[in-house]
């Protein structure tokens, strides 16, 4: 069974500039989460993604949005980067059913803000 | 809103000594608590969680926890620390809806000494 992946594993860009960052979920779940992982900090949630349709979002701005596919692989896109974006993004897939309570993550993506 | 707070943001144990880590939470609704560990440079992995039923918990890697809700707490122990366990760890906390979005703590960084 595959695990949750993402890429690319390290990014770097510059103040302004746009990102897409890609996430597979494990095989078997319909939900995937995104959170941000400033250096030294805990993961804080950005949203999540259930069946295509955002399901609940974190306090951050509309410049992070995101998108779920039918194979339920999902992507987070953040316009106008500010060197506070800077951080580890980690994206988490959840079961269906009664164990959607659980979330598996991925190794993340660092990103660099310059 | 729910929030955890981690007690120490640095705990150092002797190889073979006692682990504990300590996990404090807020929450208007009963919680679903979890333990995930990150290694270097790695996403985070479940130890283990609690939703419902039996308070003590087991985990992988010979973790286990306990919940109690009369101190709104969960901490996480280890009867003997292995060199293996060097990692930060993180609880969390979920409202078991909706999103289940996760509230993370700001981590705690496990040192073992030889």
């Known amino acids: 069974e595959t695990g949750v992946t993402q890429s690319p594993t390290h990014l770097i860009k510059t103040r302004g500039q746009q990102v897409t960052l890609r996430c597979s979920s494990q095989?078997?779940?319909?939900?995937v989460s995104w959170y941000q992982q400033a250096l030294g900090q805990g993961p804080q949630f950005i949203f999540q993604?259930?069946?295509?349709?955002?399901?609940g979002r974190g306090n951050f701005p509309p410049r992070f949005s995101g998108l779920q596919f039918p194979n339920y692989s999902s992507e987070l896109n953040v316009n106008a980067l500010e060197l506070d974006d800077s951080a580890l993004y980690l994206c988490a897939s959840s079961p269906a059913g009664t164990r959607r309570e659980t979330q598996y993550f991925g190794p993340g993506t660092r990103l660099l803000v310059l | 809103a729910q929030s955890v707070t981690q007690l120490g943001s640095h705990v150092s144990v002797s190889e073979g000594a006692l682990v504990l880590l300590r996990c404090n939470y807020s929450s208007s609704v009963p919680p679903y608590l979890f333990w995930y560990v990150q290694y270097p440079n790695q996403g985070l992995q479940l130890l283990l969680k609690?939703?419902?039923?039996?308070?003590l918990v087991k985990g992988i890697n010979g973790f286990e926890a306990e919940f109690k809700k009369s101190e709104t707490s969960f901490h996480l122990t280890k009867p003997s620390a292995h060199m293996s366990d060097a990692a930060e760890y993180f609880c969390?906390?979920?409202?078991?809806?909706?999103?289940?979005?996760?509230?993370f703590g700001q981590g705690t960084r496990l040192t073992i000494n030889p």
């Open positions: 969390a906390v979920s409202d078991g809806q909706g999103a289940q979005k996760l509230v």
């Open positions: 609690y939703t419902t039923g039996a308070t």
């Open positions: 993604y259930y069946r295509e349709e955002e399901n």
């Open positions: 095989s078997g779940h319909n939900t």
